[in-house]
Structures are given as structure tokens and as C-alpha cells.
């Protein structure tokens, strides 16, 4: 059962040490919730404190574990922070049958908030920077899903219809998902992969595991800085949070009731919903569909149609195509339809027609012998064909 996550800043000062707990020894059963107010206790305290509230047996067995599923001890409880949530659970595997809620504190850092908004997206080269604050998300949900056995897929969808909400940016996907220390992570500026605190709470999976090599660098590895999402999120809108029902106060966020109820066929997955979004944004990714679609299924290029491209000439489509699906669905106030692009099905992308508009290629592959690295890639030739250049130009330009 999913676990639902709202944020909210510390603050500072504060002494007292107040602890969440919910009771889920009941399966299939509600999760009572209860805050015990645990400063100057110590773990025995607490336990004999957790006893008293919930009416636990003498000689009845049971774990009290963090969200992440660490199991409390001495030193873990003298770790906990005020606010922090507690499971008390018959043992440390017990599946959750019911949604609970977790607070999660953070001071975020002031290039978070200050900075965000304003970056400029080097690579849009002088062109509208959407679609490269868009990517900074695809590039986040294809890491999250880089361990995925079967499918991956990346959703993006631009809630546009007035009736539901107001204009909001959702990216799915069907990836690892986040722990709670993971989305208090999400909020640090610069938290590169490789200084990212692995702290005492912190599950196996938080520290950073580099995936599989793939050729062509086809790989996933493309989470660095720690900055990319928040500067996308905060370009696109004027906010970014995982939400759930009880948060949905007013009918400005009508669809989210929607995206909360698909949470129970999913196995793990992460939702970033952008709220507040520029309206310049929603003019153009309304008007502009086509552009910034094919902007995407270029930048993509290879992870969609794998390390030979999208060659429609040798129809090698299907030998080399990947596991990646990548659709986007721009949704406006009906009778209006739905637009529903899967990346894979554009065919006029700049490097599909590099592909197909090219005389010959040639692939290298040189291996550094020191190291054992190697560097691949492919030459195309377009000539000057009789009084013209091949060389493709952009249809859309
Ligand atoms: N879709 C997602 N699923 C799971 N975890 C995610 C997802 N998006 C972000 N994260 C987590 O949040 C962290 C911060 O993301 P962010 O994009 O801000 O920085 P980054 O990806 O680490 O670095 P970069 O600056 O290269 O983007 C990620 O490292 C990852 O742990
Ligand atoms: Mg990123």
C-alpha cells in the first residue's frame, strides 16, 4: 500500500520531540495513529510509553521500525527527530494494508529557492527552454527506472483542462521510487550523487549504485548534480509536491483525486506534479505540441529506438528497439480531445532524419588500453548531391 508523503519547513528552536506512531499490527485493518510526546525520554521509556497508549500485551510481540524499515533500537531512537513517524508492526516485514501519512522537514537551501526558477537551459541554444527543463524530469524517471525488469515507463502529462484544475505538469514513472529520506534528499541543492549522505536511516537502495554498462551510454547514469530537478520543476511552475487526498482542499487540484487512485495498481512509482504553471509554458506547450514533442523524441532518440536508431530504411525498428516507453498527453477542457504522443511513433525527429537522410555511416570503436574505456559513435556522410545540400534541415524551423 502506498505511503503518502507531505512536506512542510523546520522549525528551528523547537525542543519538544513528538512522535508519530501508527499501529498497523492489524491487518487489513485501520492504522491507529497517535502522537506520543517522547523529549527526555529514552528508548525503554519510549517503550513502556508505547505500551501504556496502545495496549500492547506484556508478552505480545511486536517491532517499532522507521518508514524506511529500520528497526528501532537505542541509538536509532535517540536519532529521531521531532515529527519523525514510527510503524509499530508484529514484525519488520509486515505489509502495510493501509496508506498512512509522513511529515517530512527540511530547511531548504536558499539556491533552491532563489535560483530555481531563473535558469537558463544551456543546450536550448537560444530556443524555447521548456522542453530541456522537461528532460531534466524524463532524465530523473529513466535513473529511477534504470533497474526495471520489464517495462519502463515514463508519463508526462499537461492537466490543461480548466474543469479539473488549474494547469498542472505531472511526470509518471514505473521506477524505484522514493523513501522518505530520499524526497527530504530531493529538496537539497547540490547534493551530488557521490557526497549524497548515506545517514544511519537510510536504506540499501539510497546509497548510489551506478547501473549496468549499457553501449553507447545508453545507461541511465545521468543523475549528477543534485540541482536538475528542482531548477525544472521550479521553471516550469510555481511548485512541486507529493500530495494525496486529504490534501486536495480545493478544485484546483481535482485530478490528483484521479492520480491517487491509480497508487493501489502500482508497484512502486514516483509522481512529480508541478502546480502554478507559467501561463507563457501552457501557451506553448498547447500551441507548439508538435515542437516540443519532437524536440523530446530527439533528445531520447536512442533510448527509444536503442543503439541503431530509428533507421526506417533497414526496418530494424523492432531488433533494436528498447524497453523505454516515453508518452505524452496534453489534456484540455472537452469537446476538446486528448493529444497522445508516444515518443517512439514520432518519425520526423532531427535524428531520425539524420538517420534515414544519410548516404553512408561509419561506426567506430576505440579502446583506451589504460583504462579500459572505450569511446563509440557513428559518422554519417550527407553530401552535396548534384546543386543541393542532404544534409536534413528542420521541418517545423
Ligand atoms: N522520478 C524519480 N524517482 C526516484 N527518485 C527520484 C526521481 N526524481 C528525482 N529523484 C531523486 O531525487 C534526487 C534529486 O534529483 P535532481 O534531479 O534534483 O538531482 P540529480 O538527478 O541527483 O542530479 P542532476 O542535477 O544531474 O539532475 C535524485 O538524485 C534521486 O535520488
Ligand atoms: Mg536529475
Known amino acids: 500500500m502506498a505511503q503518502r508523503v507531505s512536506t512542510s519547513f523546520l522549525q528551528r528552536g523547537e525542543e519538544h520531540k513528538r512522535i508519530c506512531v501508527y499501529d498497523c499490527r492489524v491487518e487489513n485493518g485501520k492504522a491507529t495513529q497517535k502522537f506520543l510526546e517522547s ?14 497508549e496502545f495496549k500492547i500485551g506484556s508478552h505480545e510481540t511486536f517491532v517499532v521500525a522507521t518508514t524506511d524499515r529500520t528497526v528501532l533500537d537505542f541509538n536509532k531512537f535517540e536519532e529521531l527527530q521531532d515529527g519523525s513517524t514510527l510503524y509499530l508492526l508484529q514484525h519488520k516485514n509486515q505489509a502495510l494494508s493501509v496508506a498512512t501519512e509522513e511529515q517530512i522537514n527540511y530547511l531548504p537551501h536558499y539556491d533552491t529557492l532563489i535560483r530555481s526558477g531563473m535558469y537558463e537551459y544551456y543546450a536550448s541554444e537560444g530556443q524555447n527552454s521548456l522542453p530541456y527543463a522537461l528532460a531534466e524530469l524524463i532524465d530523473n524517471a529513466l535513473s529511477a ?3 526495471n525488469t520489464g517495462v519502463r515507463t515514463i508519463e508526462i502529462r499537461m492537466m490543461f483542462d480548466e474543469s479539473l484544475g488549474k494547469p498542472a505538469v505531472i511526470v509518471l514513472d514505473n521506477g524505484c521510487g522514493m523513501t522518505s529520506k530520499q524526497l527530504n534528499n530531493w529538496a537539497v541543492y547540490r547534493l551530488s550523487k557521490f557526497s549524497r549522505e548515506n545517514s544511519k536511516f537510510a536504506s ?13 551510454s545508453l545507461n541511465s547514469d545521468i543523475s549528477y548534480f543534485g540541482v536538475g530537478g528542482k531548477q525544472a520543476a521550479f521553471y516550469i511552475g510555481d511548485s512541486a509536491r507529493p500530495g494525496d487526498s486529504k490534501h486536495i482542499k480545493n478544485d484546483d487540484e481535482h485530478f490528483l483525486h484521479a492520480l491517487i487512485a491509480e497508487e493501489s495498481r502500482k508497484e512502486s512509482f514516483t509522481a512529480v506534479v508541478i502546480m502554478g504553471v507559467q501561463p507563457e509554458h501552457v501557451t506553448f506547450l498547447k500551441k507548439d505540441f508538435e515542437v516540443w514533442v519532437r524536440q523530446l523524441a530527439h533528445i531520447y532518440h536512442y533510448y527509444i529506438h536503442g543503439v541503431n536508431g530509428n533507421d526506417t530504411r533497414k526496418n530494424s525498428r523492432n531488433s533494436s528497439q528498447t524497453k523505454i516507453n516515453i508518452q505524452i498527453t496534453l489534456r484540455e477542457k472537452p469537446p476538446k480531445c486528448p493529444r497522445v504522443m508516444d515518443l517512439r511513433d514520432v518519425d520526423n525527429d532531427m535524428e531520425t532524419l539524420y538517420i534515414n537522410s544519410a548516404a553512408d555511416t561509419f561506426e567506430f570503436k576505440a579502446l583506451t588500453a589504460q583504462d579500459g574505456g572505450t569511446v563509440e559513435g557513428v559518422i554519417r ?10 544534409y536534413p534541415k528542420d521541418p517545423l524551423c
Do not use: W
Open 145 to 147: 527506472t534504470a533497474k
Open 204 to 216: 540499501q537502495q539510497e546509497g548510489y549504485i551506478r547501473p549496468d554498462p549499457v553501449p553507447r
Open 39 to 52: 523529549s527526555g525520554l529514552d528508548f525503554n521509556d519510549f517503550l513502556k510509553h508505547l505500551h501504556k
Open 381 to 390: 556522410y550527407h553530401p552535396f548531391l548534384y546543386d543541393r545540400e542532404t
